[in-house]
């Protein structure tokens, strides 16, 4: 009975993400407000912008020699796109020294109006050429076991503090590189610390991975994307010490995200396949976080989420069996820094822990 509940459970997620996928793909553009938009944009552009960033936006205007900063070449996808919608706006308004940048970038706050801002911060983003680059406003609240679509370029570290007989403590450093406007990699390690109510402590290096993540799907009007990824854990950490699982695993995945007025729902289903079966299981991981975001300030968000975390074996002798969690979290994320806060807590008698106190610090460079 129990594995069948498990396998129903974990189906009905699936089934679940398989929707957020499909509702990526059949959403219909209809960009005729938007082009509006550009072309009044473009106008506002050409008549404050072009003696510094230049007619061709390269940041080659008449006055770029004479300033102190060369002005941002705004064609630059990385550069226009490092921050989100609205912290551009912001740039324009009150001038570079908004996001510590130089103050060769005027205020226009009471120069145009408010539709002037922006309309010429979306005309800036427009002149993004790459047709593959997918937009920062794609760029969802980070959840903390959720697995995300998008690109990201990040340096994260972070922590959880199992409590229960083994009392496990992990620690994780992660690199991720933005190859391209799809396309993102990533390495991560880990230092375990397990510290049994009964038995020897042991500590040390835990098993490392090798990620890539490459997004198939995105609209930026319907503020949707989808990913398929692929990590692969290599046994760094000593098994027989308990610090790793002794095995390469391959993990392949598919991820989503969808805005849908500041509310935020992101999956992520993974098959965790070990390339040795004898330690450690086959599994199936589905992973799925809501939340709502608030700007107290453009430059600073604030998103209450939650997470479902599931877990299910596909390995005998406990084939279906399903360990589940919830993961409330909170995220403040100041321009470029991210901190997640959250306490993971089972919901299945099958669990490997009592409670996870969970935090990350993210810094996007
Ligand atoms: C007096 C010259 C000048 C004018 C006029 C000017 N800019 Fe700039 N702008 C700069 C400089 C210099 C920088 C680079 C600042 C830095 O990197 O510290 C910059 C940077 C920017 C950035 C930040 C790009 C990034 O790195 O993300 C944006 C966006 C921008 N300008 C938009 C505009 C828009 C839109 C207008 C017209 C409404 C405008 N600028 C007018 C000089 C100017």
Known sequence: MRQYCGLT???????????????VVVYAADRHGLQEQLLHGREVFEQNCIMC???????????????????????????????PVLVGQGIIRHGGPYTGRSSGMPAFGT??????????????????????????????PHPLITSKAFPEQHMTVGGGFGRN??????YFGLLEYRVNGLTNIGIKSRVLSINPNIGTAESGLGDSVLSVNRVVAFSPLYRALASVGLDLAL?????????????????????????????VVQAAGALVLPAQTSNINSEATFNVAIGRYFFLDPRLQITPMIELNTTTSLSEPSYGETKSAILPL?????????????????????????????????YDY
């Open 165 to 170: 007989g083994t009392n496990v403590n992990e």
């Open 111 to 140: 120069v145009l109006s408010n539709s002037d801002i922006v309309d010429v911060a979306r005309y800036v983003r427009s002149l993004c050429a790459d047709p593959e680059w997918v937009s920062r406003e794609l760029d969802f």
């Open 330 to 362: 909170i995220r403040v994320k100041w321009l470029r820094w991210a901190l997640g806060v959250g306490v993971q807590a089972p919901i299945t008698d099958a669990r490997d822990f009592e409670v996870r106190p969970l935090f990350d610090l993210i």
């Open 235 to 263: 046994p760094t950490g000593n098994d027989r010490r308990g610090l790793g699982d002794g095995s390469v695993v391959f993990e392949p995945s598919l991820r989503a995200g969808v805005d849908w007025k500041r509310v």
């Open 53 to 83: 960033h230049g007619v061709d936006a390269k940041g080659t205007g008449q006055l770029a020699a004479a300033l102190p900063v060369r002005p941002a070449d705004l064609t630059n996808c990385k550069l226009t796109d490092e921050d």
């Open 9 to 23: 459970s974990f189906l009905c997620l699936c089934a679940a993400l398989t929707v957020v996928c499909l509702g």
